[in-house]
């Protein structure tokens, strides 16, 4: 795969095992994470980087290393895949991954064939994200039927950006289209939601 992939986790046992893994996956190079600015500069030379976590790396370097990803000047890094594996994701790291805009949370079995498969998913096809002051990733949240973006500019009825890009592995990220949105105040939103409630009641 004509990709790079960053390891986020320990120099040991999960990290060495994610290397492997990402090795027999076919990426082109494989580099444990040090800085944001190598992640940077690596997109000019291998334009898709994924940035490959594992889940006993710590909620506090997950949470940070996330953060720089999706806030990076370089699109080619903000847009980029962030995946987590874990054997067995409890609530919080869950809540963690969907809050920092993880494209996705890998669970056992770990096998090349099956990750290859999920990684490959994520390349060559449009794609949609959600920008807001404290929030950038894919849509996680859904009231009457309608995508939102989860972050507190739902409850606040502020703007925020959709982005429908493609990532492509001999150019990077192709922007589609970009649109500013405003979300529905709050006391709309809990009128969609009492509607979409009751008819969940009857149907039931």
């Given at each position: 795969?004509?990709?790079?992939?960053?390891?986020?986790?320990p120099r040991d046992g999960s990290?060495?095992?994610?290397m492997d893994l990402c090795l027999g996956i076919g990426f082109e190079s494989v580099r444990r994470f040090s800085q944001i600015e190598e992640a940077e500069q690596q997109v000019a030379k291998t334009p898709v980087c994924f940035f490959v976590f594992t889940a006993d790396?710590?909620?506090?370097?997950?949470?940070s290393v996330s953060k720089a990803i999706r806030f990076s000047r370089n699109r080619q890094v903000r847009y980029a895949p962030m995946v987590c594996f874990a054997e067995s994701p409890g609530k919080q790291l869950v809540a963690l991954c969907i809050q920092a805009g993880f494209d996705d949370i890998l669970i056992p079995p770990f096998s090349v064939k099956r990750v290859g498969?999920?990684?490959?998913?994520?390349?060559?096809?449009?794609?949609?994200?959600?920008?807001?002051?404290?929030?950038?990733?894919?849509?996680?949240r859904?009231?009457?039927?309608?995508?939102?973006?989860?972050?507190?500019?739902?409850?606040?009825g502020n703007e925020y950006r959709q982005i429908d890009f493609v990532r492509k592995t001999g150019e990077g990220i192709s922007i589609l289209r970009e649109d500013f949105r405003r979300t529905p105040s709050l006391r709309a939103a809990e009128r969609d939601g009492s509607a979409f409630f009751s008819r969940a009641a009857a149907s039931a």
């Open positions: 795969m004509r990709a790079t992939a960053f390891i986020i986790g990290g060495t095992g994610l790396v710590g909620t506090e370097k997950l949470g498969e999920r990684l490959k998913a994520m390349l060559e096809q449009p794609m949609t994200f959600y920008e807001t002051p404290d929030y950038i990733g894919p849509d996680r859904k009231r009457a039927g309608r995508k939102t973006p989860p972050s507190s500019a739902l409850e606040k």
